[in-house]
């Protein structure tokens, strides 16, 4: 039977410039695939082009806030599926914050809705209607752990990550008949610059690169949802379904994200 997720060709990576999203491109860098990164920072966006460039791949990178330049984001989706028709679309920048500092404000709590939600729907959506009428393309949503559970140290994360797992799964029925394949990916704690400056313990931390290669596998299968590792969903799975008055007076004892 036909494998139509099995090897992308044509793959756009949001949050590429680091981390997650920076181990994915070059996963799936190769000679005869087209790599579209973007991330803010310049220079990390650079040598991760250059770095994926030398595995083969051809890359186009441009450097710019999804938040910020949202007209942009749709334009350059556009030029980068008119230069190489998308097979897959990896909506994975995000940013994190939590009450280790104090109680979350309007600003940051808006700050990572802009972004981890906002971010991620302007960046499915015009690739999805670039793929509808090819009747062939494959979403990635990056969601998290976190969006099993509202954990009182990072309000805003989790209810973000939530909204995206949930629209996420949404949709994959939805595009079903388009032949639009739909992931929402739910990592644990993965080592990056954003879990870098976390000082509490984060159970099961895995490297980037090996959480990219679950995720390129869970994606190459089309499975709804890839959510790792197993023990640590497991564990959240279980408190989202325990009682409140059961895991609330466990959950306000773990550490806030700063
Ligand atoms: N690390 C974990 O444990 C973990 C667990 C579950 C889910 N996740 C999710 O995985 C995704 C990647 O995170 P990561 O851990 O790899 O963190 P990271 O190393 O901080 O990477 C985040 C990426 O998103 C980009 N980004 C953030 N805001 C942006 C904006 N407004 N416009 C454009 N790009 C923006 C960053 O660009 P610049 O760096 O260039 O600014 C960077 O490339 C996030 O959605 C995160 O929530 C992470």
Redesign the pocket.
């Known amino acids: 039977m036909a494998r139509p997720f099995e090897s992308p060709r044509s793959i756009l990576i ?8 920076e181990a994915l491109a070059r996963v799936y860098a190769a000679p005869g695939t087209a790599l579209a990164l ?4 310049h220079a ?2 650079a040598a991760v082009a250059e770095a994926c460039r030398s595995m083969g791949a051809v890359v186009r990178a441009e ?5 910020r330049a949202r007209e942009r984001l749709a334009v350059w989706i556009a030029e980068a599926d008119a230069a190489a028709p998308l097979d897959l679309a990896i909506a ?5 914050a939590g009450t280790g500092g104090g109680a979350e404000t309007a600003a940051q709590a808006r700050h990572l809705l802009d ?2 939600v906002g ?1 991620v729907v302007d960046t499915v959506l015009p690739a999805v209607e670039l793929m509808r009428p090819r009747g062939h393309g494959q979403i990635a949503i ?1 969601a ?3 969006a099993f559970r509202g954990f009182p140290g990072a309000p805003a994360y989790c209810a973000g ?1 939530a909204a995206v797992k949930v629209w996420g799964e949404a949709l994959r029925g939805e595009l079903h008949e388009a032949g639009i394949g739909v992931s929402v990916i739910c ?4 080592k ?4 870098a400056d976390n000082s509490f313990p984060m159970p099961l931390l895995m490297e ?1 690169d090996r959480a990219a290669r679950i995720i390129r596998r869970g994606l190459a299968r089309n499975r709804a949802r890839i959510a790792f590792p197993w023990p640590l969903y497991a564990a959240v799975w279980l408190i989202s379904v325990l009682p409140p008055s059961l895991t609330d007076p466990l959950l306000r004892r773990l550490p806030k994200k700063q």
């Open positions: 949001t949050g590429a410039s680091s981390g997650i999203g973007t991330g803010r920072d990390r966006l450097a710019f806030d999804i938040v994975n920048a995000g940013v994190s972004t981890n971010g990056m998290s752990l976190a990550k990592p644990g704690y993965v990056s610059r954003m879990t980037a």
